[in-house]
């Protein structure tokens, strides 16, 4: 079984920072492209920052210059790094791993779990 932890939300003031973490945890998996996500109230879910398994960023336009994402592959853990957080952006926000498991003596890809979702409030 494969689980995501998200910590590290909470609440700022606009153009403050806050620093997202996401443990994977989990035997015989294989960590592949991470993601955050993240979804406002009555909105649908949306991309925020994708990592890939060579390190390739990609950042939406809301957020892009202003968030970081980054892996640590010796802790299983993805960050999102938020600077000059702003009201827009107060949304719950979701870790997304795509991956691999072993089943046997076999690999298979296609595996994406979710983490639960973690709150971030921007407001003075």
């Known amino acids: 079984q494969v689980h995501l932890v998200e910590s590290g939300g909470g609440s700022a003031q606009p153009g403050g920072s806050l620093r997202l973490s996401c443990e994977v945890s989990?035997?015989?998996?294989?960590?592949?492209?991470v993601g955050w996500y993240r979804q406002a109230p009555g909105e649908l879910r949306e991309s925020v920052a994708t990592?890939?398994?060579?390190?390739?960023?990609n950042y939406k336009d809301y957020v892009k210059g202003r968030c970081a994402i980054s892996i640590d592959n010796a802790k299983n853990t993805v960050y999102l790094q938020m600077n000059s957080l702003k009201p827009e952006d107060t949304a719950i926000y979701y870790c997304?791993?795509?991956?691999?498991?072993?089943?046997?003596?076999?690999?298979?890809?296609?595996?994406?779990?979710w983490g639960q979702g973690i709150q971030v409030t921007v407001s003075p």
């Open positions: 989990g035997s015989a998996f294989s960590i592949g492209a």
């Open positions: 997304k791993v795509d991956g691999s498991r072993q089943v046997g003596s076999n690999w298979y890809s296609g595996y994406t779990y």
């Open positions: 990592i890939s398994p060579a390190g390739t960023t």
